[in-house]
Every structure is written in C-alpha cells, then in structure tokens.
C-alpha cells in the first residue's frame, strides 16, 4: 500500500537508464572512423536500409502534396489572411517548391509551427520542409539533424523600444526587461549580448510571437527584440506604431532559409536548386509575366534554367522544365521580395544585402549547367 | 497443498494444461510477457527512429552552458549549465505549486462551507463562483488573467500603491523585504536561543496539562515565548551596537525598473491566481460532500450540547468531514501541481517552459522530456505519499 507507484518511477528511471546508455554508445560510434563524415558513418552503423532516409520525393509525390512547416504569426513572411489563406515570402517559396514536384503550386499542406514545435516537426518527418524564417545554425546543422538550404533572407536580430524612454543603443538598457519569444536564436543572441556589455537583463520569455508582442505592447517589457524583418512587421500591428522605435543595432546575423531533415541529399538538392533557380531567374531577367515568351530566348543560361537545353531537371528526380513551373507560380527571386515585403506593402524593406550579388547584395545564384 | 480430499490419483490424472491453478500462473506470465514485448516495441521503435533521424540520445549535454536567459527564481545566469537551468525550472514549478495547494485549499474550504450556508446571497454567489470556473479551461482562464488583469495593471512609472513599501505594476508586486545588517551577526544566537526556549516551553506545557488533565494548547505559549526572546535579543543587539539588526530595503525605481526590496512577477502572479482560483472550485466541491457526508444526528447533538454554529463546524463535523475530504483532494493537488506545466502559455519559467527551451536549443527532445516526465512523476508520488500518510492519521481517529 505504501509505495503502489513505485513500479512506475522505477519504469521511469530504466527508460532514462536505457536513453543514457544508447547516448554513451552512439559518440562512440564516428570515433572509430574519424575520416567518415558522422552522418554517413550513422547511418552506415544502424544497418538501415539507405532508401529509408532517401525517399522524401517519392513521399511526397504519392501523397500528391507537399507538407510545409511555416509561420502564421509573422506578417510579410507568413501569415494567413482574411480569407483564411496563407501568404509571405517563406510561403512563396513553399509554393515554389510543390511547383518544381508536382507542377501546380497549389499542392501544399501549410502546417503552422511554433519556434518550439519546429525542429521536432522536421525529426520526426511531421513535414518535408521547414520554411520559418530559422536561422541556420552549426548546431542546427549538427545535433538537431537538420540540412540548410540557401538562405533566402539575410536577416539580423534588431531591438524595439518606446520612444519616450530616450533609448539609442543598447548602452541605455541596463535592467531593461525585454520580451523576448521562447526557443529562438534570439532569446540566446539577447543574453549574449546583454552578457557582453555587461548590462543586467530582465528577459520575459513567451512561447508565441503574438504574446511576446502583446506583452510589450501593454508596458509589460522595455524592449521587443526578434529579427529586424519581424519587428518591421511587428511594428505594423503595435496600437500605436508611432510610439515605438528600432534602434540601430545588430545583435547578430540571422541567415534565414529553407530547411530539411539531414540524410535525403535528392530532397535537400530539389530544395536548394529551386531558390538557386529563383535567384538565377531574376538575375537573367525571367520573370512570371515573360517566362513563356523567355522559352524561346537564344541566351543558353535561359534555355537550361527553363529546361528548353539540357537535362538538369533528371539530375534531381525532376521534370527538365521544372523552373517554368516554378517561376509562372511565383516569378523569381525579386518578384518575390517585392509581392511580399516590397515598396507595396506595408512593410516596405529596403533590398539592402538581400539585392542580387550583381546590385552588391549576397543573393548569388550557382549556375545552372 | 492437497486439501480437497479427493484421492492422489484424481489429482494425477488432470494434466498440467487442465490444472486451473497452473492456467492461472501460465495466463499472468504470458500477460507480464506480452506487456514487456509491447513495451519493448515501443522503445526499440523510438531508439530506431531516433537512430534514423540522427536525433542524439543520452544526458551528457546537460553538462553544456545553457545560454539562454531566465529571469525568475533562484540565482541563475546564462553561462550556467542545463542542469542548472533544469533545477532553476523544477524549482519554479515547485514554489508555484505549494503556493497554489495551500492557497486553494483556504480558499475552496471557505467555499465550500459558503455553499452550504443558511445565508441564501452566500449561498447563492458561492454556488455562481463554482459553476462558473469549473466549467471554464484553465488555459482560457490563465491567459485572461494575464492578459486581461495582469497586464492591465499601471506600468511600472505609474505603480499603485505604498511608496517605498508595495508597489503594484503590470511588471509584478515589488516589496520591502528585510535583509541582515552590520550587527546581523550578533543576532544569531538569540534566533537559536528562540527556538530551544520554544521547544522546552512547548514541552513543559504539555506536561503541566497532561499533570493537571486540562485540555489546552500548548502550541502558542511556545510561540509567544520564541517571539518574546528574538525581540528581547534584537532590542539587546541594537542597544550594544547602535544597530538594528535588520533593514528594511525598499523598492525604489531604478533606470527601467523597481529596485531593492524583492518582488514577485506578474507571470508569478497570474499563474498562482489561476490555479488558485480553478482549484479552489473543485476542492470547494470536494468539501461540501464532505460535510453533507457527516450524519444530520451529529450536528444536531452537538447543537442540543449547546455548542454554537461555528463551534458545531470546527469540532465536530469538519473533524469528521476530513476522512471523507482528504483522498479526494490529493488528486486535486496533483492536478494543481500537473496544471502548473501551463504557465508556458503566460510566460512563467516553470519547468516545462524551461525544458522546452532546453530541448529546442539542445536537439535533446526525448532525453529531456523523460526527465520531464520523470520530475512531475517524482513530485506527485511524493505528494500522494505525503497525503496518504496525513489520510492514515486521520484515519486513527475512527473507532
């Protein structure tokens, strides 16, 4: 009678026995071929078949649709709106993607994940692709499993403040509270640099983007720090958007893009040829409204970016003309940035380094041949 | 083993597969195997996934330096480990947690008696309170109050309040708290001294009543006297030292924030008002059967023994209603402690919050949710067993 639960703690602590045992072996495992690269090693190790972490096309293709982990909180980059649709510029280029695999870019199931949910999403293959402004990472691209694709969006973790508190830089924030969005690079990026300049910093850690924002939006906090886009957008929704201000300050660099399980390198290829596509696209000038007429263009570089020379699409599983499909959905790089964060919309962000390489940006697109 | 009086040869001739006795051991061990295998599916099945995924187990990793922020509880920075900010968490949660049981149990026995009483508008409002939060989802009810009081409150260069003393702001309570002086040290031995002086004086009581066989409590005397010899030593200790032994050190405002004095946060406080309030309306309930429980003859003795209402109340039914209200209020306490895990939604640093932070930064998904899950386990065994132990006490009264 006393001790009825017992069985279940000592269940409790077997598993955790168990968990600690197979982690003291697996470290083990690259050691004995230093020269392998670990996740060749790993997966040479399990005995697994290796089709089993390299079929994410043939996955994706019989469930005739792509599966998208993307934001829904973050306007310009991924929301939905009144209708119930989602649209940004990481949701554009999740369309791209069900583009160059199915040809119709309306074949996507948009999953919206939280900062937390996301990598977990990605392991257990929840979705194909994670397109939420995720900063690509080297832990990221190690221990969590994950494969980046090109970054579509040079990004960099900025602070919001009110304007009457007299802030300019973040000298001025000594015991500031700072809301602050749970399980983000920013959240290790705002201690860093409050540590570096050795400020006292109060964090006041939500897991959602909205409730960090409301937070500071009711006095709750002194600052709102996340990416600059998301405080461009963030400021948007503030109740009185001309009471705040961003300081000028990057508190890191935050390389956002698409990303993928590690192991699936056709899947990861497919993935970073399409934004290389859409990079190419803009600097040879093909856009939605002329891609038809551009298949008839004596430039070689467009003729095999549209497929019309060459069998580049084969090489990665695809239709040759896969970028036809995929820039009459969604245009290219620019057309992109423009529908979504452009002069048009609210946001209006300038280019600045995500211009093409040609404008002096970092937007460089690998040839396609 | 042969009792049942038949001939040797009656029993040889069943065959082990006919033997009820034997089918009974047989059917159990083959139950326990079957249970085992499907256990042992489901964790080569995560450890083969894991595997595959290229997730990495093990708990070495809470070695590393955590580097993320936490602004709540005992002394933390972002250069400590996992582990640390792991305890940082538990802590949270447990503070919250003892806060929130003692808090709801006041609150539902109030409650709880309210909605029996002769009062009709008593009646009547403590009956609305129960049906209304029972029947609203914590969560909703957690982010209203966090949302909709919380946050509402004064910001903080406007907070409401004493100055220098309490201070309320959307940002917490901050409060005069004292802390030890210069001739702190000096103090010491009379804090020590209180607490011998409280033991013998409790003892000596209970002696002299048990000698004279009066009832009475001995209880107070002993706190009157612990109370008396630490004044006694503070006003000494100023007198030889010119110095209080205690300050009082107030909030004052401070660049963004109140400084000085210590300050509970409004994360803090939403959440111990919510489960506060949810718990209470449930325990509330778990005390009115109890009391209706207690036959009518009991309290109409005890009335015709001229003891008034709240004497009938306080010793005889409640005493009585306890055995009945205990049990069931474990698992109101379980609930409560397990309820805490949604301070997430609100922005308090309790255990969960944390550890999804700790697995999201780290990649350690499973590991840290098995020791998640372990923590919240071991608390409510112990919770169970601290509750069954006061239910067995209880009980003894019984005749």
């Known amino acids: 009678m006393r001790f009825k639960q017992a069985p279940v703690l000592v269940g409790m602590l077997v598993l955790a026995l168990l968990l600690a045992a197979c982690g003291g072996a697996s470290p083990a495992a690259p050691t004995e071929s230093p020269g392998q690269n670990t996740p060749q090693a790993q997966t040479g190790a399990t005995q697994a078949p290796v089709a089993a972490t390299g079929n994410t096309l043939q996955v994706v293709r019989d469930r005739g649709q792509l599966i998208c982990g993307v934001n829904n909180q973050l306007p310009g980059f991924g929301s939905v709106d009144a209708q119930g649709n989602f649209n940004g510029f990481d949701i554009d280029f999740c369309k791209a ?13 948009y999953r919206p994940l939280s900062a937390q949910e996301r990598f977990p999403a990605v392991q257990t293959r929840e979705v194909d692709v994670l397109i939420r402004n995720t900063t690509w990472t080297v832990s990221r691209d190690t221990t969590v499993g994950l494969d980046f694709a090109p970054t579509t969006f040079y990004d960099g973790q900025g602070m919001m403040v009110r304007k009457a508190d007299n802030i300019s830089s973040l000298e001025d924030m000594d015991g500031a509270s700072v809301c602050v969005q749970s399980g983000t690079t920013t959240e290790l990026n705002l201690a860093d640099s409050f540590r570096s300049r050795n400020l006292q910093l109060n964090a006041v850690v939500f897991e959602t983007h909205d409730a960090a924002v409301a937070a500071y939006d009711e006095g709750r906090c002194d600052g709102f720090t996340t990416d600059k886009s998301g405080l461009v957008s963030t400021l948007v929704k503030l109740r009185n958007p001309a009471d705040h201000v961003i300081l000028d300050v990057t508190m890191s660099k935050e390389p956002l893009g698409p990303a993928v399980l590690q192991g699936d390198t056709q899947w990861k290829d497919i993935v970073t040829w399409v934004v290389f596509g859409l990079f190419n696209a803009e600097e040879l000038g093909v856009t939605q409204a002329n891609v038809e007429s551009m298949l008839n263009s004596d430039d070689p570089n467009i003729r095999r970016l549209l497929g019309v020379e060459g069998e580049l699409g084969q090489g990665l599983g695809l239709d040759n003309d896969f970028m036809v499909d995929v820039i009459k959905a969604v245009g290219n790089y620019g057309e992109i940035y423009d529908r979504n964060l452009g002069p048009n919309t609210p946001f209006n962000l300038p280019r600045g380094i995500n211009a093409q390489w040609t404008d002096g940006g970092l937007i460089y697109g690998p040839p396609f041949r | 083993m042969a009792s049942t009086g038949l001939s040797p040869e009656y029993h040889r001739r069943i065959p082990f597969y006919r033997n009820v006795k034997t089918l009974a051991i047989l059917a159990q061990v083959v139950f326990i195997l079957l249970v085992g295998l499907l256990f042992w599916y489901l964790y080569s099945n995560m450890v083969e996934g894991m595997r595959r995924s290229n997730i990495p187990s093990g708990f070495d990793f809470l070695d590393d330096t955590a580097g993320f922020p936490i602004s709540e509880g005992i002394a933390y920075e972002p250069t400590d480990t996992y582990a640390r900010a792991f305890v940082v968490g538990l802590v949270n949660t447990l503070r919250v947690s003892a806060l929130g ?125 612990m109370f008396g010899v630490i004044v006694l030593g503070a006003v000494i200790t100023t007198l030889i030292s010119g110095r209080f032994p205690l300050v009082l050190d107030r909030p004052r405002p401070a660049g963004f924030n109140l400084v000085g004095g210590t300050a509970l946060t409004g994360e803090f406080f939403a959440l111990l008002m919510g489960l506060t309030l949810y718990t209470a309306a449930f325990i509330a309930e778990i005390v009115r059967g109890g009391i209706l429980a207690v036959s009518k003859g009991q309290r109409e003795a005890a009335r015709a023994l001229g003891l008034t209402p709240a004497q009938t109340m306080r010793l005889v039914i409640f005493p009585q209603a306890l055995r009945v209200i205990i049990p069931p209020m474990t698992n109101q306490y379980l609930n409560l402690t397990k309820n805490s895990s949604l301070g997430i939604a609100i922005g308090y640093f309790d255990l969960f919050n944390v550890s999804k932070t700790i697995f999201n930064q780290s990649g350690r998904t499973v590991p840290v949710i098995v020791l998640v899950m372990a923590s919240y386990l071991s608390i409510s065994l112990l919770t169970s067993l601290i509750m069954n132990i006061y239910n067995r006490r209880m009980r003894v009264v019984e005749r």
């Open chain 1, 97 to 109: 993607i069900a583009a160059a695999v199915f040809g119709d870019a309306t074949k996507v199931q």
């Open chain 2, 101 to 225: 049981i003692v808090l709801a149990t006041l609150l539902g026995i109030v409650i709880g008696i309210a909605r029996l009483s002769s009062n009709w508008l008593l009646r009547t409002v403590a009956s609305a309170y129960v049906q209304l939060i029972r029947n609203i989802p914590l969560i909703v009810l957690l982010i209203f109050i966090f949302v909709g009081v919380i946050l509402k409150l004064p910001r903080v260069r406007d907070a409401v309040g004493i100055e220098g003393v309490l201070l309320l702001s959307n940002r917490g309570l901050a409060m005069a708290w004292p802390r030890s002086s210069d001739s702190y040290n000096l103090w010491v031995p009379w804090l020590v001294g209180s607490l011998v002086v409280g033991v013998v004086v409790y003892e000596a009581r209970r002696r002299y009543l048990k000698r004279v066989d009066r009832p009475g409590a001995s209880l107070p005397w002993a706190l009157l006297a």
